[in-house]
T-cell receptor, first 116, second 114 residues
């Protein structure tokens, strides 16, 4: 069974600084997708970034980028120039590439605090 | 604002009550989902609907009954719940059920079962 582990329950970063959130996963599949979702206090989860496992190039979305290490099964999220609005719960998620599997498997989340 | 609306935002119910959670999206999406977010467990997929047909039931007890009358609306009917069912129930939608599709989530219903 696939699992997603986020070992950092909480992280703190100074505004304008850079922070990296860790995520590891376990799977025997070769075709899969990885995601980072953000859940602010409004509770509405928002997709931050996604990565196809077959792509070697790390995904980037403005201030957000990932470090995808397929062999190590690691998928960390780097937030550059942190802003107060980045404060939220961040969830790493995994999904098999097969159409018959609809399950998005989430990690337990990391709470990010941003200090002004 | 993601375009997915859930009501009510909060719900308190007794174990013998019957209540329903509502989810609505006008994004033109064909897939809708129910997720459960408990304090002590990661988000868990409960149900998936694709083109109004249920395509996944993730071993959810029968006291939870989903309904998808059309592609814009999704309900979760609740009856004889247990205190351990207290959680945040999140609805989501996506254009299709393809693996790479972005999920759009609602703000959830915080459910407390007394």
């Amino acid at each position: 069974a696939q699992t997603v582990t986020q070992s950092q329950p909480e992280m703190s970063v100074q505004e304008a600084e850079t922070v990296t959130l860790s995520c590891t996963y376990d799977t025997s599949e070769s075709d899969y997708y990885l995601f980072w979702y953000k859940q602010p206090p409004s509770r509405q989860m928002i997709l931050v970034i996604r990565q196809e496992a077959y792509k070697q190039q790390n995904a980037t979305e403005n201030r957000f980028s990932v470090n995808f290490q397929k062999a190590a099964k690691s998928f960390s999220l780097k937030i550059s120039d942190s802003q107060l609005g980045d404060a939220a719960m961040y969830f790493c998620a995994y999904r098999r590439g097969m159409d018959s599997s609809y399950k998005l498997i989430f990690g337990s989340g990391t709470r990010l605090l941003v200090r002004p | 604002e993601t375009g997915v609306t859930q009501t009510p935002r909060h719900l308190v119910m007794g174990m013998t009550n019957k209540k329903s959670l509502k989810c609505e999206q006008h994004l033109g999406h064909n897939a809708m989902y129910w997720y459960k977010q408990s304090a002590k467990k990661p988000l868990e997929l409960m149900f998936v609907y694709s083109l109004e047909e249920r395509v996944e039931n993730n071993s959810v007890p029968s006291r939870f009954s989903p309904e998808c009358p059309n592609s814009s609306h999704l309900f979760l009917h609740l009856h004889t719940l247990q205190p351990e069912d207290s959680a945040l129930y999140l609805c989501a939608s996506s254009r299709t059920t393809d693996a790479l599709e972005k999920l759009f989530f609602g703000s959830g219903t915080q459910l407390s079962v007394l």
